[in-house]
Nanobody, 125 residues
Framework: QLQLVESGGDLVQPGGSLRLSCVASGFSVDDYSIAWFRQAPGKGREGVSC????????NYEDSVRGRFTISRNNAANTVFLQMDSLKPEDTAIYYC??????????????????WGQGTQVTVSS
């Protein structure tokens, strides 16, 4: 059974940092392109960052570029999202997702087949 499990969400003050983890089971992350999405209350799901099948291409949504970093540990079958300089507008449920395409492209949610259950990130003082 293919499964993705996110963890690492928390309440953090503005300017703080968090590291989200996405652990895969039932498949190898190095065979998939993996992305992080987020969904804030009352808003649609938006792509945040994506790491391609080859692990050498990353795409970032404009508002997080320079603050968020995606990385992989293929041996641990895990993908991370390091989030620095967090802002209140980063508050959302964060999801990881996988697709078999070797390219991230525009990393729209409909392109991704497998999804985790999400982890809550709240940025507030």
């Amino acid at each position: 059974q293919l499964q993705l499990v996110e963890s690492g969400g928390d309440l953090v003050q503005p300017g703080g940092s968090l590291r989200l983890s996405c652990v895969a089971s039932g498949f190898s992350v190095d065979d998939y392109s993996i992305a992080w999405f987020r969904q804030a209350p009352g808003k649609g799901r938006e792509g945040v960052s994506c790491s391609s099948h080859f692990g050498d291409i990353t795409n970032y949504e404009d508002s997080v570029r320079g603050r968020f970093t995606i990385s992989r540990n293929n041996a641990a079958n895990t993908v991370f999202l390091q989030m620095d300089s967090l802002k209140p507008e980063d508050t959302a449920i964060y999801y990881c997702a996988a697709k078999t395409s070797p390219f991230c492209g525009g990393f729209q949610p409909l392109e991704f087949t497998y999804w985790g259950q999400g982890t809550q990130v709240t940025v507030s003082s």
